[in-house]
């Protein structure tokens, strides 16, 4: 079993949904970050947290430390927001400074 | 800041050459890391570095890969002898370590096909 569990995998949406993007761990972590893969490839942190909730724009990151489970958010969707968007953790064990990947959801949004 | 830089974007190379990977971190970040990325395993780390010195190398698939970071400002990761499997995108990333909790910055990739 992964250590962390993104779903869906896929997701198509239409222009001016909300969107909820899972994401379920196994391990103890001191962060969890949400990534935004673009088509073209980059990769960009959207948020970095540890506790409660965290918003940037129409993007809402949100954490239960005892349930080990994090939702991403996004309101009005829009096409630009098609991307893949991936779930990592650090371990809290010995200092690691691992970040642990999900696979990634890919996201589609339809105009 | 331009942001964590990496060379070349794009490799293609033949089965036995020799590869390298270029990153320059952000400057004043004293953490960096390597991470490859496929399709069948999603991204993985490589390893990564703490001041220049390589702190954990257990993702290292083996001893084909080896990484180097001489400076703060600057890091490879050779492969030796390439092989098909190499085939992946490669991140660079780099952070500020030892002040709690701060964001990691990617590069952009280098995509690397080995035929």
């Known amino acids: 079993k992964n250590e962390v569990e993104q779903s869906p995998q896929n997701l198509t949406a239409q222009e001016g949904e909300f969107i909820t993007i899972n994401c379920s761990y196994s391990?103890?972590?001191?962060?969890l970050h949400w990534l935004q893969q673009h088509p073209g490839g980059g990769i960009v942190s959207l948020f970095m947290?540890?506790?409660g909730k965290k918003k940037h724009g129409r993007l809402i990151a949100t954490i239960n430390i005892q349930e080990k489970h994090s939702s991403l958010h996004i309101t009005a969707s829009h096409p630009r927001d098609s991307a893949v968007y991936i779930c990592?953790?650090?371990?809290?064990?010995?200092?690691?400074?691992?970040?642990?990947f999900g696979k990634g959801t890919k996201l589609t949004v339809n105009p | 800041d331009a942001g964590v830089i990496q060379s070349p974007r794009h490799e293609v190379t033949e089965m036995g050459q020799e590869v390298t990977l270029r990153c320059k971190p952000i400057?004043?970040?004293?953490?960096l890391f390597w991470y490859r990325q496929t399709m069948m395993r999603g991204l993985e780390l490589l390893i990564y570095?703490?001041?220049?010195?390589?702190?954990?190398d257990s993702g290292m698939p083996e001893d084909r890969f080896s990484a180097k970071m001489p400076n703060a400002s600057f890091s490879t990761l050779k492969i030796q002898p390439s092989e098909p499997r190499d085939s992946a995108v490669y991140f660079c990333?780099?952070?500020?370590f030892g002040q709690g909790f701060t964001e990691a910055f990617f590069g952009q990739g280098t995509r690397l096909t080995v035929v």
């Open positions: 400057s004043g970040h004293n953490s």
């Open positions: 570095f703490n001041n220049n010195v390589p702190i954990d």
């Open positions: 990592a953790v650090r371990s809290r064990e010995g200092g690691s400074e691992k970040l642990v």
């Open positions: 990333a780099s952070r500020l």
């Open positions: 391990v103890g972590i001191s962060a």
């Open positions: 947290l540890s506790s």
